[in-house]
């Protein structure tokens, strides 16, 4: 009797409190890695392949981890990209409420891995082999029991809080404050058309996904940190793996090189479209250093109309795709106080056209390419000369 009440008290490895918070954090990152690594990059966005050792490694730790099916998981994730931000994204804080989504995100997940129309529509190319149907998905309760009763044969009672962090870190980390967070607070690099933010620029915690503005801009890359001073430890596993040969990177951001003292060809064109989101960030801090210089200059005739002016910092950047007609037409009628930010907004916006225009062929997007530049380079204004040279040595 006393054999077994120490067994409940200290399990077999009879580990001090700081072992078993080792163990648990241990763990838990395993499982953070496996949804960044396995289901996130390779499952939902074929940004890379994994060995089948890796691969199938991954799928047992989050079978007994989480629970979770690959299929359900990549599905919902990829409805998320293509609805992102709209009624149908299945966990949009835009539209649902941060605190909706951020305390409910894994309840948001099960009503959604419930509709068979995503199934069928995004679970192309996840697992159906044997073991996956016969006991992954047919037996998901198994696996988190299977995980309880080691964590209690380990610890002993304790192995029961180990368990229960275990089971809501992914919800909570994952479900609720990437796709919370994620979508609401923090920085962004690139405008994109959605409102994918950078919670911090150490992708550590939560393997990565922190940097989840440079993912939605780049959703098909195995890499998620695009500054110098942007970590993505999930890239750093990524980066082991396929140095022992088991994972092959597919896709990362495109970055272009810039050639001096060649004419704008279709190659500059090219790397332009495919660079869009570089070219556009550089062009908005070009805006930011115009605008800065248009409010020291204003201040010294109109202080209260240079004061407005600087109020709109922030939304001058923004593309105006990603604006309200209320606000366009606000922002429009504050600037027309200065010609020169007049000027760069509406060159800005015709820049923005050259990847819009599908129905142009390449010899006329080139023309208007040229247009652009010479425009640029002829107006008078120091930032938008700088920028139109440097637009020119894209390749």
Known sequence: MDAFLTFLSNGLLDFSFWQIAAYTLITTHITIAGVTIYLHRHQAHRALDLHPIVSH??????????????????SIHRKHHAKCETEEDPHSPQTRGLSEVLWKGADLYRIEAKNQETLDKYGAGTPDDWIERHLYTRYTTLGVSLMM?????LFGVAGLTVWAIQM????FWAAGVINGIGHFWGYRNFDNSDAARNIFPWGILIGGEELHNNHHTYATSAKLSNKWYEFDIGWMYIRILS??????VKKTPPKPVFVKNIPVDEHTLESIIKNRYEVMATYARSLKSGLKAEVEKLSDVDKTAAKRLASLKKVLVKDTDNMSPEVIEHLEGEIKVSPTLQKMYDMRNELATLWRRSNLSREQLLAHLHDWCDRAEKSGIAVLQSFAMQLRTYR
């Not at 991954?58 to 690959?70: E, S, V």
């Not at 009763?149 to 044969?153: L, R």
């Not at 809501?168 to 919800?171: D, E, M, Q, S």
């Open 57 to 74: 490694f991954f799928r047992f730790w989050l079978w007994i981890a989480t629970g979770q099916n690959t299929k359900e998981w990549a």
């Open 149 to 153: 009763v080691i964590n209690v044969a």
């Open 168 to 171: 809501a870190w992914i919800p």
């Open 243 to 248: 140095a022992l040969g088991l994972a092959k």
